[in-house]
């Protein structure tokens, strides 16, 4: 049973474009979602997070929209980079409970072409 | 802080010889967590500890698998006897509140 899903396995994006990643969940008790991007070879790193008590959160070219009543949040990238292009993953979590495990949906590898 | 460091980066075995993965966390943090990478299933939680202690081994994924938590600041995960199925990369991350933070992971590869 995946709680959490990222339906589109690739997406390519010419740079400077907009890239737009989305990521939809089940269990409706997560309260906290985050973005990690990951290079090869490497292991993934933080990139952003939204409490769901928000529906937007932004942070330089990266901004993350939550949609609780469709159980849906999208990282947005604009404007795209070369760099950029990585696996992202969105992970969400029930935070008020002493139960930490993120649960992560199966990424989506993003290319961005120059 | 050199973050979390796994050893080995790479490991190449022959089935049915025992592997341990070896994690060392942030010092401080409290959370350990051991993941695994496969092109099927993606990132996948197989254990996850508390102040040393483990919380949750559900996804472990048979009895083959073993992992420990001596002491804050060291952690092995154990397969044992190792089957090509096993082929993947783990991931160890600590936390002290919600995000974690990964190492680089190892990559096994069982022939």
């Known amino acids: 049973d995946q709680q959490v899903k990222q339906n589109s396995p690739s997406l390519s994006v010419q740079e400077g474009r907009i890239s737009i990643l989305n990521c939809d969940y089940t269990?409706?008790?997560?309260?906290?979602f985050l973005w990690y991007k990951k290079y090869p070879a490497e292991g993934p790193t933080f990139l952003i997070s939204?409490?769901?008590?928000?529906d937007k959160n932004e942070d330089g070219r990266f901004t993350v929209f939550l949609n609780k009543s469709a159980k849906h949040l999208s990282l947005h990238i604009v404007p795209s980079q070369p760099g950029d292009s990585a696996v992202y993953f969105c992970?969400?979590?029930?935070?008020?409970?002493?139960?930490?495990?993120?649960?992560f949906g199966s990424g989506t590898q993003l290319t961005v072409l120059p | 802080d050199a973050g979390v460091i796994q050893s080995p980066r790479h490991e190449v075995t022959e089935m049915g010889q025992e592997v341990t993965l070896r994690c060392k966390p942030i010092?401080?943090?409290?959370?350990l967590f051991w993941y695994r990478q496969t092109m099927m299933r993606g990132l996948e939680l197989l254990i996850y500890?508390?102040?040393?202690?483990?919380?949750?081994d559900s996804g472990m994924p048979e009895d083959r698998f073993s992992a420990k938590m001596p002491n804050a600041s060291f952690s092995t995960l154990k397969i044992q006897p190792s089957e090509p199925r096993d082929s993947a990369v783990y991931f160890c991350?600590?936390?002290?509140?919600?995000?974690?933070?990964f190492g680089q992971g190892t990559r096994l590869t069982v022939v």
């Open positions: 500890f508390n102040n040393n202690v483990p919380i949750d």
């Open positions: 992970a969400a979590v029930i935070s008020s409970g002493s139960a930490r495990q993120l649960t």
């Open positions: 939204i409490s769901s008590i928000k």
């Open positions: 010092s401080g943090h409290d959370y």
């Open positions: 991350a600590s936390s002290l509140r919600v995000q974690l933070y």
């Open positions: 269990n409706s008790m997560f309260d906290y």
